[in-house]
Every structure is written in C-alpha cells, then in structure tokens.
T-cell receptor, first 113, second 115 residues
Framework: DVKVTQSSRYLVKRTGEKVFLECVQD?????MFWYRQDPGLGLRLIYF???????EKGDIPEGYSVSREKKERFSLILESASTNQTSMYLC????????????FGDGTRLSIL | GENVEQHPSTLSVQEGDSAVIKCTYS??????FPWYKQELGKRPQLIID?????GEKKDQRIAVTLNKTAKHFSLHITETQPEDSAVYFCAAPQATTSGTYKYIFGTGTRLKVLA
C-alpha cells in the first residue's frame, strides 16, 4: 500500500520564521504535489514536481518555495511565514507525471502566530 | 487558466436515494477527470476517475459521466448509505508548458446522507 507521510500533523510557528514542511512517499512515484486546503476554497495547488530537481508553480506559489533533491522527498518551504499562511497543507503523489494526485498524506495543520 | 466550478456546495439526501454532484471546467486539456472523497478529519481519497475519451465509467454504486462538448462531468452515487457522508471534490486537468498536467480542484460538496 502506498504511503505518503508528512512529517508533522500540527505545527505552530511565528510570523517571519522560515518553515519547512516535509513529505515522503515510499512507492517510487514520479509526481509529487503540495496543496493547501481552506474552508470554502477547496484544495489549491502551490507547487508540484514531476521529477527530481524539477518543479513547477501551481496557482498560489507566492511566499512558498519547494525542494526535491531525492525522488521520494518533496519539501515545502515558507520563506518568511505570515498569518495568512495559516492553513491545512496536503502533500500528494502520483505514479506517472501526467496523472492526477493518487495518494494524499494526512496533512499538516499549520498555525502562524 | 483552468476554472473548475462545483455544485451544489451542500447536499442532503435520504438513505437509499441517489446523489448527483456536477463540475464544469474551462480548459480543453485531455486527460483524467478524478473525484475524491474526504471524510471528516481524514485525507482526501481518490474514488474514481474518467479518461477524457470515455463518456461514462461505473464502479459499484458510483458512476461518473463526462460531456467534453459541454465541459462538464458529474458524480452519481446510487443507493446512498450513511458512510457516503463526506465532502466530495472534483478536479480537472490543465496542460502545462513542460508537457505535464496540473490538477485544479473544485470547492467541494458536503454530502449528508440522512438515515
């Protein structure tokens, strides 16, 4: 069974901090995604990566960056956290680079104070 | 860019009745059109998808239809049960310049099945 593991379930950080959210998948999937989920807005794509060291912007990349040094790991970085980045962050993966997210992690609920 | 509209935002049905959720999209990308189910406090789960060259797909009590001309696709759940209560999301593909696809989600439908 595919497993997508996010490093933290809950995280509290302060405004201005640099925040790292980690995601690891164990099935050699090509594609990895970062979404944020807010009530009434659904899931919005921040960044995705279809190969090691490759990344592509989603719809709301401002204030975020990503890193994919190894195929199984995809990190989301909040360069200087702000209160409007308080949200649920979901990582996902898919086997092939042209298919939809197939497996999601449990999510990280991030609060920026 | 891709715009995905999902309706209704909430839906209550009696147990045993059918539920239908509809999404419209704007991009012309040809690829998969997936549906996800998210139970309270849990991760979204892919429940069914349909390829753009197929008009209908069925999996037990769940079916999805796709009308490419009208740019809409629908999720149909028959003989609903209380465990079908969840938030359902559709997603539509948008082609990127790198030759891959990004998936844009609808805003979700909260389905409540009343016993």
């Amino acid at each position: 069974d595919v497993k997508v593991t996010q490093s933290s379930r809950y995280l509290v950080k302060r405004t201005g901090e640099k925040v790292f959210l980690e995601c690891v998948q164990d099935m050699d999937h090509e594609n990895m995604f970062w979404y944020r989920q807010d009530p009434g807005l659904g899931l919005r794509l921040i960044y995705f990566s279809y190969d090691v060291k490759m990344k592509e912007k989603g719809d709301i990349p401002e204030g975020y960056s990503v890193s994919r040094e190894k195929k199984e790991r995809f990190s989301l970085i909040l360069e200087s956290a702000s209160t409007n980045q308080t949200s649920m962050y979901l990582c996902a993966s898919s086997f092939l680079k042209w298919v939809q997210p197939q497996h999601f992690g449990d999510g990280t609920r991030l609060s920026i104070l | 860019g891709e715009n995905v509209e999902q309706h209704p935002s909430t839906l209550s049905v009696q147990e045993g009745d059918s539920a239908v959720i509809k999404c419209t999209y704007s991009d012309s990308a040809s690829n998969y059109f997936p549906w996800y189910k998210q139970e309270l406090g849990k991760r979204p789960q892919l429940i069914i998808d349909i390829r753009s060259n197929v008009g209908e797909k069925k999996d037990q009590r769940i079916a999805v239809t796709l009308n490419k001309t009208a740019k809409h696709f629908s999720l149909h759940i028959t003989e609903t049960q209380p465990e079908d209560s969840a938030v359902y999301f559709c997603a539509a593909p948008q082609a990127t310049t790198s030759g891959t696809y990004k998936y844009i989600f609808g805003t979700g439908t909260r389905l409540k099945v009343l016993a």
